[in-house]
């Protein structure tokens, strides 16, 4: 049996090991890159077809800004009632 450091057993076989983990890693990096592209469209069709309006959305964001306690309810009140004041007034 050959060693490795001998020369006769290196018929080629390293550059075939190579070249097999270089189209496997090339193969991957593909897969990978569709998707992401695949998740990025879905994304962005998922935003166009939305139905919330977008005083719901700045209602929506208040809402979770007042529940993981980054304000109080005295400013939540407050902008609550200021969000729903310019949504109620006409658009100039």
């Known amino acids: 049996m ?3 450091r001998d020369g006769a057993a290196h018929n080629g076989h390293p550059w075939a090991i190579v070249a097999i983990v270089g189209v496997l890693i090339l193969v991957g ?3 990978f890159l569709l998707y992401r592209l695949n998740r990025q469209q879905s994304v962005a069709s998922e935003g166009a077809g939305s139905t ?3 005083m719901d959305a700045a209602e929506e964001v208040l809402r979770n800004r007042f529940a993981h306690g980054k304000i109080d309810e005295d400013e939540f009140t407050t902008r609550l009632t ?3 004041a310019s949504s109620s007034s006409p658009a100039t």
């Open 52 to 54: 919330i309006a977008p």
């Open 82 to 84: 200021a969000l729903r």
């Open 29 to 31: 990096i593909i897969i």
């Open 2 to 4: 050959y060693d490795w």
